[in-house]
């Protein structure tokens, strides 16, 4: 089982024209069904176009090990509880043996995979879907962007410093719409890039992927950044078909520049404000008119959003690592400093003490020893010694300058002979690992 957490797979990725037609005809179907009911229709990006996969030279090649890491990176700072040690910390290691390959050497889910409780399908649909997507994205971005590195930024978290974010909260029914995470394209000295991003995953066919991009619209179209409808974004479906056929990601993306033009040579390392922004999106629309809803970043607010942005990252890659104070140094109230100032459970030990040297490079982080099919294993998640060494001491500037330089320095072999198991090394420092737990 080892073995096949590190085994490359093909995963097969659409982004056409015609996946944009359908998105649009799901989208049109939807409006009319809600103006049907007497509601109002969903606003949405105006235009979702094909990416153009093949000229960037991808050929998408995942292990299963890498796409949980990319979950596991994405939902660390998801506040699920008190225990966030298995709560959130380690969720993705519950698809351990959820991924294989199939005949074609395409990944697919095992038969494990296959077979969860019914309540539990959309949960596992929904997680995978964000581990492939994320994986998919920043191979994209790379591509794109050669010259930058790409932060992947839960977008509550970093939201929450500036907008209530709940019906509640604001007094209203419900809240506006909002994208699931940002993608930070950023290099030092330079303003940074910001796409909002949300991804799906369904177990059923392409034509419910279709109606999933088009909610996904509405959801990116919720937040615009710097000058009105000049945000890009993304949006990602993924097919997890029951049987024994191959998973599927659809991409599709937002034209627009999203460059927070105000955040160069940004000072980063002091602590973030929360703020009380005005809610709504600075539409052109008639001045007499309430403003669509949703949350706008406006020009005169995007070094502050740039500094939020980095600090959420920061915050990321610590809780990554073991979560607690060094976390909390990173968040406000708003966000959620006094979870990781307070709570550290105790069954499960997350705390930032383990060190291990993997491909040859220490790693600073936290483990997790469970069982699986009756045997003991070892979990490890940590961060590159020295940039762990930066955040924790509040140095986010040092650590973007050193893990900009790095980003194409680490180890891409999927398994390390001397830990024993397979590792996922990520161009921003951080390595997930699994290996048999000898005891002496």
Not at 293 to 318: I, K, N, S, T
Request: aromatic letters at 8%; one cysteine or more; charged letters at 25%.
């Amino acid at each position: 089982m080892l073995r096949d957490l590190a085994q490359p797979r093909n995963v097969a990725v659409h982004s056409t024209s015609e996946l944009a037609g359908s998105a649009a005809k799901a989208a049109t179907a939807d409006d009319k069904a809600k103006r049907e009911k007497g509601q109002a229709p969903l606003r949405r990006k105006p235009e979702l176009r094909p990416l153009p996969i093949k000229p960037l030279g991808i050929s998408l090649q995942l292990t299963p090990w890498d796409v949980l890491h990319s979950l596991g990176r994405a939902n660390v700072l998801a506040r699920q509880g008190a225990g966030r040690g298995l709560a959130e910390h380690w969720a993705s290691l519950k698809y351990c043996q959820a991924l294989t390959g199939n005949d074609g050497r395409y990944m697919a889910l095992s038969t494990e995979g296959r077979n969860p409780r019914r309540h539990y399908a959309a949960t596992q649909s929904g997680e995978l879907g964000i581990g492939f997507a994320l994986a998919l994205a920043r191979r994209v971005l790379a591509a794109q962007y050669p010259d930058h590195s790409v932060s992947v930024i839960d977008a509550e978290i970093a939201m929450r410093a500036g907008w209530t974010l709940t019906g509640k909260e604001a007094g209203r029914s419900s809240a506006p719409r909002r994208p699931a995470f940002f993608l930070e394209v950023w290099k030092p000295g330079e303003p940074s890039r910001v796409i909002p991003v949300t991804c799906k995953g369904t177990h059923g066919h392409a034509a419910q992927v279709h109606k999933q991009l088009a909610t996904a619209s509405a959801d990116v179209e919720g937040i615009h950044i710097g000058p009105y409808n000049e945000t890009p974004a993304f949006v990602f479906g993924t097919t997890l078909p029951k049987k024994s056929e191959s998973i599927t990601l659809y991409l599709l993306q937002a034209p627009g520049d999203g460059t927070l033009w105000d955040a160069k040579d940004l000072r980063l390392d002091p602590p973030v404000e929360d703020r009380s922004i005005a809610p709504g999106i600075d539409a052109p629309t008639d001045p007499h008119e309430e403003p669509p809803v949703g949350y706008h970043v406006r020009p005169e607010e995007c070094g502050w959003f740039g500094r939020v942005l980095a600090q959420a990252d920061a915050a990321g890659l610590m809780a990554f690592t073991g979560g607690g104070e060094p976390t909390a140094q990173y968040l406000t109230k708003r966000q959620g400093k006094g979870h990781f100032e307070a709570f550290t459970h105790a069954g499960t030990g997350i705390v930032q003490d383990v060190t291990h040297t993997i491909h040859g490079k220490k790693f600073v982080g936290t483990d997790h020893v469970f069982r699986l099919n009756g045997v003991r294993v070892e979990a490890f998640s940590g961060l590159e010694e020295d940039l762990f060494d930066h955040l924790h001491d509040g140095r986010v500037e040092q650590y973007r300058h050193e893990a900009h330089a790095l980003r194409d320095s680490w180890d891409s072999d999927p398994w390390d002979a001397k830990w024993h198991g397979p590792v996922s090394l990520h161009p921003d420092g951080t390595v997930m690992a699994l290996r048999h737990l000898r005891l002496s």
